[in-house]
């Protein structure tokens, strides 16, 4: 089984709806998704409670109860995991980056957005953890400020396809589907999204092999 951490020490750069989107594209490319919700905020299980449909599943777990969590969702047949992460340097989020073979780290194109990122970037390497970076809620369109937080990343770290700001996200989250149910330019855009994780793990494990 595989899992998937959304962290960032700061609020607001749209974990939960990330996590969301990925979770219901990966079911619907074969997954096995459990998606679990560490944020006492409960966004993510918010969400899940207004999801119609069962899959994919969604819990809010405790912190210290994520390794053993962890480890059943793999007995039980699960080949991914999901997890989100509250907007603050807490154990909860080291606790997510030590289970997760790929952190996400969503960012907005701003300033105060990407000097955010210091402390989870810090935090990921003292765990000698696998990362990236996901330019998030970005305008559509040719853009200098997205240019030049693209630069900026790439050199902390890999840069994941860039997300564009789009309604369709907001609906899909109130009415408790994932984007791609939705259909559009966000559905494609968060499918790819999807796939290069895929390919990112696929490609951390063959290094990590070769060391």
Same mark, same amino acid.
């Given at each position: ?11 607001? /750069?749209?974990? @939960? ?7 219901? $594209? ?22 899940? !409670?207004? +999801?119609?449909?069962?899959?994919? $599943? ?9 390794? *053993? ?9 699960? /080949? ?13 989020? $080291?606790?997510?980056? +030590? ?7 969503? *960012?907005?194109? @701003?300033?105060?957005?990407? !000097? ?8 990921? *390497?003292?765990? &000698? ?10 305008? $559509? ?8 937080? @693209? ?16 309604? !369709? ?32 793990? @696929?490609? &951390? !494990?063959? /290094?990590?092999?070769?060391?």
């Amino acid at each position: 089984m595989k899992t998937i951490a959304f962290v960032n020490s700061k609020g607001g /750069t749209g974990k @939960s709806t990330l996590a969301a989107a990925i979770g219901v $594209a990966a079911e619907a490319s074969g997954e096995k998704v459990f998606m679990i919700d560490l944020d006492p905020q409960g966004s993510l299980s918010a969400w899940g !409670e207004r +999801r119609k449909a069962d899959t994919p $599943a969604v819990d809010r777990i405790a912190p210290d109860r994520l390794p *053993a969590a962890i480890a059943g969702l793999a007995a039980g047949g699960y /080949t991914l995991a999901i997890i989100d992460t509250p907007g603050l340097d807490t154990p909860a989020t $080291a606790a997510a980056m +030590r289970a997760a073979d790929l952190s996400l780290i969503p *960012a907005r194109a @701003s300033t105060l957005d990407l !000097e955010a990122t210091r402390p989870t970037l810090a935090a990921l *390497a003292r765990l &000698n953890r696998a990362y990236a970076f996901v330019l998030n809620s970005c305008p $559509a369109g040719r853009s200098g400020r997205i240019a030049d937080a @693209s630069r900026a990343l790439s050199l902390l770290g890999v840069l994941a396809p860039v997300m564009v700001q789009r309604m !369709e996200h907001v609906d899909a989250v109130g009415l408790g589907l994932g984007v791609t149910e939705l259909g559009g330019k966000a559905a494609d855009e968060t499918n790819a999204l999807w796939i290069w994780i895929k390919q990112r793990i @696929s490609i &951390n !494990e063959q /290094t990590q092999a070769v060391a």
